[in-house]
C-alpha cells in the first residue's frame, strides 16, 4: 500500500469524461459503473514506479488493463477474485473517496476453520478477512488469487477508483 502524490482532481475529470463515452461493464458490481480499458499516462507510470519487484528478478516488461469503478449511493462490489494464471498483480487506485463510501475487504484464504484456532482467536479474535479503509491517492497491490470485495457506499456521494491487473512477460 502506497500513498502517491498525483493530482485527483485532474485524474477525476479524465475518468468522468471517460466513463461519460463508455459502456458500463458488469462483473462484480452491483449498481455501480465499470468502465473497461481505461488508460491515464500519468497515473499508469506511477503504477509502473511502484509495482512491486525483487531486486534479483527485474521485470522486463509489463501491461497494465484497467477499468474505472464509480459507485454512488448503495452500489458495491461482491466478493470475486481476478483469478488467472497470466496475471502478476491486481491493484487499485483510489481517486475519490468520501467518508462511509465502502471499504475493501480481503478474506483469509486459508478459510473459515481459521476463526476456531487458538492463536487466531487470540490475536485476530477469529476474524477470516482484513478491511482496508480506501484513501484518496492510495495504491494498493494483491495477489490475483486473494478474494475481495467492496462495502456498500453510505455516504451519498460516489467512490471512484481505477482497477487493474498487471501482466508481465
Not at 512491486?52 to 516488461?61: F, I, Q, T
Not at 483469478?83 to 487506485?93: A, D, E, K, P, V
Not at 476456531?116 to 477470516?128: A, I, Q, R, V
Request: proline fraction near 4%; include cysteine; glycine fraction near 6%.
Amino acid at each position: 500500500m502506497s500513498q502517491l502524490n498525483l493530482d485527483t482532481d485532474e485524474i477525476l475529470l479524465d475518468v468522468l469524461k471517460f466513463c461519460s463515452s463508455v459502456k458500463n461493464t458488469e462483473r462484480s458490481n452491483v449498481g455501480g459503473f465499470q468502465g473497461d480499458d481505461y488508460y491515464n499516462e500519468m497515473l499508469f507510470q506511477e503504477i509502473g514506479n511502484y509495482i512491486p519487484r525483487l531486486e534479483n528478478k527485474p521485470l522486463s516488461s509489463y501491461k497494465i488493463h484497467s477499468w474505472a469503478n464509480i459507485n454512488k449511493e448503495n452500489h458495491y462490489n461482491t466478493r470475486h477474485t481476478h483469478l488467472n494464471t497470466n496475471i502478476f498483480l491486481c491493484g487499485i487506485y483510489y481517486v475519490k473517496t468520501p467518508k462511509d463510501s465502502g471499504n475493501i475487504r480481503f478474506y483469509d484464504p486459508r478459510g473459515a476453520m481459521m476463526k476456531e484456532m487458538t492463536d487466531h482467536k487470540y490475536f485476530y479474535d477469529g476474524c477470516t478477512y482484513h478491511y482496508i479503509v480506501p484513501e484518496e491517492n492510495m495504491l494498493l497491490f494483491f495477489p490475483s488469487w486473494l478474494e475481495h470485495d467492496v462495502e456498500e457506499n453510505n455516504s451519498g456521494e460516489e467512490r471512484i477508483s481505477i482497477a487493474f491487473n498487471i501482466f508481465v512477460e
